[in-house]
């Protein structure tokens, strides 16, 4: 069965160094997520992409972060300064559409700063 | 921002009895719902959705109702097997119409134990 997959699993970075967490999506899928979750709170939507181009980003998502699609199979969510707040688990997600339709997610990377 | 809110913490139920998780929204606009399920250490797994042009969905054990007067949901698993414990998320796509981007708003969670 098709999936999402992430690396790394765990991330240890110290605070103010730059990170760069990939993602395959499902080889036929055109929209792609990344969410976050800090630990003991809900799951929470950073960033959609398509067409090459973020089609809505939440106020999380702010000058630190960005995201790419640098070739064919890759997505790619960059925090340039990371900061202790940003230690959470990070999940990419990936669609067929977006309308009526599930996302399906990778497995997370945990990312530590310290 | 609590536009999708599950109220009870957690839930225990005895293995073969009937789990109902509930949610709740509060933007009249949201038109597809979803229930996710997460093991820990690992991302949310696709259970069953619900358009609003319906009012409930079953697939096998599981079975999404909708009450869009009450802005309610509710995921009935049935019956429960001690496999079905983990963490249940319900989730609203969160734009709509000409904006719609597939982004989706999650309740925070509900821990269900299923105890043989």
């Known amino acids: 069965e098709p999936e999402v997959t992430q690396t790394p699993s765990h991330q240890v970075t110290q605070m103010g160094q730059e990170v760069i967490l990939r993602c395959v999506p499902i080889s036929n899928h055109l929209y792609f997520y990344w969410y976050r979750q800090i630990l003991g709170q809900k799951v929470e939507f950073l960033v959609s992409f398509y067409n090459n181009e973020i089609s809505e980003k939440s106020e999380i998502f702010d000058d630190q972060f960005s995201v790419e699609r640098p070739d064919g199979s890759n997505f790619t969510l960059k925090i340039r300064s990371t900061k202790l707040e940003d230690s959470a688990m990070y999940f990419c997600?990936?669609?067929?559409?977006?309308?009526?339709?599930?996302?399906?997610f990778g497995q997370g990377t945990r990312l530590t700063v310290v | 921002d609590q536009q999708v809110k599950q109220n009870s913490p957690s839930l225990s139920v005895q293995e073969g009895r009937i789990s109902i998780l509930n949610c709740d929204y509060t933007?009249?606009?949201?038109?597809?719902f979803l229930w996710y399920k997460k093991y820990p250490a690992e991302g949310p797994t696709f259970l069953i959705s619900i358009s609003s042009i319906k009012d409930k969905n079953e697939d096998g054990r599981f079975t999404v109702f909708l009450n869009k007067s009450a802005k309610h949901l509710s995921l009935h698993i049935v019956p429960s097997q001690p496999g079905d414990s983990a963490v249940y998320f319900c989730a609203a796509h969160g734009s709509h119409g000409s904006s719609n981007t597939g982004k989706l708003i999650f309740g925070q969670g509900t821990t269900l134990q299923v105890k043989p």
């Open positions: 933007n009249s606009m949201f038109d597809y």
């Open positions: 997600a990936s669609s067929e559409d977006f309308w009526d339709t599930e996302a399906f």
